[in-house]
């Protein structure tokens, strides 16, 4: 019986002026799958000194250091037994190890006449990753971040404003070397009139990865130059109708330029490998959004319902996706062409979509005559991402245009009864089916357009895989998590949990089977 485990404490105090926090943390999980386990532990602080004689100054520094030890089953051997490693073609798990490192320090002057606010805020990141059994998969990654901050009251603004850098050196076999940098500067106001709030915001953004870098066309009639800038901007309001009525918009733009690992990595998992794409593009997109928050009192019970539609636009969207490639071209592979099958995921560009959706909660809490007190959140969401194309994903498992592995409805409740000395609870989250995979794992078109090399393809990679979709295609997912809890002492606290209590059997992503039911046991202390 696989078990999990771990421990955490934290120590703050004040020694006059000076701030000191300890605080540490231990894991770990056998995993309930065949070679699968994490094991970490950490340590961190946060020191922080105001000084005396210079009002409003203060300087310090957070770090944190984490061991890791991590196995993951990548695919199942069948659907059968989904909790064992697929070892066909040289096993499907690699068992990593490393640590991050983290300092940041930083500086904060809040001026006492005006209290105007400069901050200061860098960091350096480690990341070592080394895998025993393969030392050609070991990375080492070094961030370096810098950020300054200006913030300036107004009688009805307050001004912020700002520059950022980011760099980053990735050393690894898988990828081989190379750097990145990313640079901003910022200004972003924020205002209130009575009733009225409304933000407004601007960031200019420069990327470069190696040689690839922003790029953004500015057009003066027929001419047309390229600066390696690019602008997003954003701008809310928010009005406040009545005493607990508010109404809201926002519109933002977004700007997402392809990570080393994105572009770069190249690995292999057995037979199955991971391409780089150096043809990798931005991504860019714009979004609205318009809610209504109600809040509500009736007699000792309160609460708040929100309600908000959303719309998102992306251009040149990223995605990871199985593909098979020709060994010697790096193109999709076709039968009858020179050179071999090579099966894998790679991140590319899969076009522009439309994201339409609308998000409703509620929360209500109050008391239930003598026996305690009730809390309760419920939320609904519809998602419904479509590709923008006439033509349909040649990769999609459907010839729906819904974007892969996408939920178009999700719930989520969490209800709790407190009481002086216990509490019980449960959370459930219910999902309906995802109406898109890859095409590669599980062929669902009409049967004058399914391709039958797949079938053969999916049986090799992930075993039962293609069965078990058209099995469960049609089915939604949905879980409950149960706990009560116990006071022992001022304190101290005693939990039970059941997660997964109806032990649902459910696959995430393809060859990814989902946890069954555990049993939790938790103590915690303050004193």
Request: charged fraction near 20%; charge should be neutral; proline fraction near 4%.
């Amino acid at each position: 019986n696989p078990a999990y485990m771990g421990a955490s404490f934290l120590h703050s105090q004040q020694f006059g002026n000076f701030d000191f926090v300890l605080g540490g943390n231990f894991y770990k999980n056998e995993g309930f799958r065949d070679t699968e386990y994490e094991r970490r532990a950490r340590l961190n602080t946060n020191l922080r000194y105001r000084f005396k004689k210079v009002d409003g100054l203060s300087i310090g520094v957070n770090a944190n250091y984490m061991l890791n030890q991590i196995s993951d089953l990548f695919m199942w051997n069948s659907d059968t037994t989904p909790y064992v490693s697929n070892t066909m073609f040289g096993g499907s798990s690699a068992p990593t190890q490393g640590y991050r490192v983290n300092v940041d320090p930083f500086v904060q002057y809040i001026c006492p006449k005006n209290e105007d606010r400069h901050s200061l805020r860098t960091r350096f990141f480690r990341t070592l990753n080394e895998i025993s059994n393969d030392t050609m998969k070991n990375s080492l990654g070094d961030v370096w971040y810098a950020e300054y901050q200006y913030q300036k009251s107004l009688e009805h603004w307050k001004i912020s404003a700002g520059a950022v850098e980011n760099y980053q050196v990735v050393i690894s076999n898988m990828f081989n070397n190379h750097y990145s940098n990313e640079v901003a500067a910022y200004v972003q106001g924020d205002a209130r009139y009575g009733r009225l709030k409304f933000s407004l915001g601007v960031r200019f953004e420069y990327f470069k990865v190696d040689t690839s870098m922003t790029k953004t066309e500015l057009r003066f009639g027929k001419d047309t130059i390229n600066i390696p800038i690019k602008p997003v901007a954003r701008l809310g309001v928010n009005y406040q109708v009545a005493e607990a009525t508010f109404l809201r918009a926002s519109f933002g733009q977004g700007y997402r330029f392809p990570a080393v690992s994105e572009k770069f990595i190249s690995m292999a998992l057995g037979a199955v490998k991971v391409f780089p794409n150096n043809n990798l593009n931005p991504e860019t997109s714009w979004s609205v959004e318009v809610g209504a928050k109600q809040g509500y009192k009736f007699g000792k019970w309160k609460g708040f319902a929100d309600a908000a539609v959303y719309f998102q636009r992306m251009y040149n969207m990223m995605e990871f996706g199985f593909v098979v490639l020709n060994s010697l071209t790096g193109e999709p592979y076709e039968l009858g062409q020179v050179g071999d099958p090579e099966m894998g995921f790679q991140c590319a560009n899969v076009g522009n979509a439309d994201i339409f959706g609308v998000d409703l909660s509620g929360v209500i809490t109050g008391p239930l005559g003598n026996w305690g007190e009730l809390n309760a959140m419920v939320g609904y969401t519809y998602n419904n991402p479509k590709y923008i194309s006439d033509d349909i994903d040649p990769s999609t498992s459907t010839d729906d245009k819904t974007l892969k592995y996408r939920y178009k409805h999700s719930v989520k409740a969490d209800v709790s009864l407190t009481a002086k000395w216990f509490e019980v609870g449960f959370d459930l989250v219910w999902k309906s089916k995802v109406k898109n995979v890859d095409r590669l794992f599980c062929d669902e078109r009409p049967e004058d357009e399914i391709i039958g090399d797949y079938a053969v393809l999916s049986s090799l990679v992930l075993p039962g895989y293609w069965d078990y979709r058209i099995r469960t295609a049609g089915q939604n997912f949905w879980n409950i998590d149960f706990y009560v809890g116990a006071k022992l002492y001022k304190e101290t606290k005693i939990s039970f949990h059941i997660k997964n209590l109806l032990n649902q059997v459910y696959c995430g992503r393809p060859g990814d089977i989902c946890a069954p039911r555990r049993f939790e046991i938790s103590v915690s202390s303050k004193f």
